[in-house]
């Protein structure tokens, strides 16, 4: 087993990395927290190893209720959490009660929100089964369901009292999802390591092969990463962890003009970190080299490298209407050279145009 402490004083949690292992998770829990109780949400897809979890659960000497949702961003509604906080009334669930988060980002998010809210906040332990949830979504407390008319508009910071990461359930998860999930993996090369960036460029054929060892690899550094910036920035508040919107500012725009059913999301951030990279470029903030290394690599995982025929005045307002645009200002992450970014709100139209 691998582990990963992430440190944020009386919040902070471990992150364990093992492969084949769903049982190892129920002592895991228990040495966590003193809950007899929990509630295991998931959905259609990984209900089999929510079912592994429960009965890991139930061996550690928990009550275990299972809700089991169908798959589907659609799920992160307040009318879905609502369905969930009845489950835990019916469930006479106490302060103490244990939310077990078993599947992607959509029931991570949407779990953790409900353990962010019922009875004032539950303890929440992550097992993200999609590659992109054991690289960001199950790391660093951030927890939201989705307005009809914003994504992830509704939500709170609530950190996990810890992350199960099984990188043998990712087997199941279909090769687009997987590929999505590499995405984020290549942001965080770009963004802060260059030399993982050269792992990756390096190892790329065993990586798209899901060799256990480079998944293992890639899933804990990402983890690491991601567990540094969060320590320095828990709540988005300095900066720092706004690096990690690498690429998202124009992502965000690909997936709402899309209506969120064209480009599943490490396809949008992959276009996204593109036109962020050639819009560097251009500004004279990285080498050619830079954005040609970054290409290459998003295309050896087949992932697009440029928007779809949009309409670049509709990319524009998606753009001014995302949540993370200040005062009419967009903001961008740009690269300064592989393995460093810096925040810049003087982006203008004209060159956000050029490079869509
Ligand atoms: N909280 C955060 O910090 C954060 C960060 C990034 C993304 N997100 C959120 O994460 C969500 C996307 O997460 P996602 O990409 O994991 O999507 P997802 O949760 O929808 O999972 C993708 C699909 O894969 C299926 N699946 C999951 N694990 C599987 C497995 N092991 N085998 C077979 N099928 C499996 C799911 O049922 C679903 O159909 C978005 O809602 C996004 O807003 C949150
Ligand atoms: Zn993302």
Aim: proline fraction near 4%; aromatic fraction near 6%; charge should be neutral.
């Amino acid at each position: 087993m691998h582990t990963i402490h992430v440190n944020l004083g009386p919040r902070s949690y471990d992150i364990a990395i093992v492969s084949g292992d769903l049982t190892g998770v129920g002592t895991f829990a228990r040495r966590r927290v003193k809950s007899d109780k929990a509630l295991v949400i998931t959905d259609e897809n990984v209900k089999g190893q929510a079912e592994r979890v429960a009965e890991a659960m139930r061996a550690a000497g928990c009550a275990v209720h299972l809700a089991v949702r169908p798959a589907g961003e659609g799920q992160k509604s307040l009318a879905v959490a609502g369905e969930l906080y009845d489950r835990l009334v019916e469930f006479q669930a106490d302060r103490r009660t244990l939310v077990v988060a078993v599947g992607g980002g959509v029931i991570g998010d949407l779990a953790g929100f409900v353990a962010a809210t019922f009875n004032r906040g539950l303890p929440l332990l992550m097992v993200p089964t999609t590659l992109l949830a054991m690289v960001d979504s199950s790391v660093g407390g951030k927890v939201a369901v989705n307005h009809p008319r914003a994504k992830n508009l509704i939500g709170a910071f609530h950190q996990p009292v810890g992350v199960w990461i099984d990188t043998a359930v990712l087997d199941t998860l279909p090769d687009r999802e997987y590929r999505s999930g590499l995405a984020e993996v290549v942001k965080y090369g770009v963004i802060m390591d260059a030399d993982f960036f050269s792992y990756l460029e390096k190892h790329q054929e065993t990586i798209i092969g899901r060799d256990p060892e480079r998944v293992r690899h890639i899933v804990a550094r990402c983890c690491q990463l991601k567990a540094g910036i969060v320590e320095q920035d828990e709540r988005e508040e300095t900066g720092q962890r706004a690096i990690l919107n690498y690429g998202h500012t124009f992502a965000h725009a690909f997936e709402s003009v899309g209506r969120y059913g064209s480009w599943l999301h490490g396809e949008a951030v992959a276009a996204g970190m593109s036109c962020a990279a050639r819009l560097a470029q251009r500004r004279g903030l990285v080498p050619e080299d830079v954005t040609r290394r970054q290409n290459d690599l998003l295309r050896a995982f087949d992932l697009p490298i440029a928007p779809k025929r949009w309409p670049a005045d509709a990319l524009l307002a998606a753009m001014h209407n995302d949540k993370k645009a200040l005062a009419g200002q967009l903001r961008f992450i740009l690269p300064c050279k592989l393995g460093a970014v810096a925040m810049f709100d003087d982006v203008s139209e004209a060159e956000v145009r050029n490079v869509l």
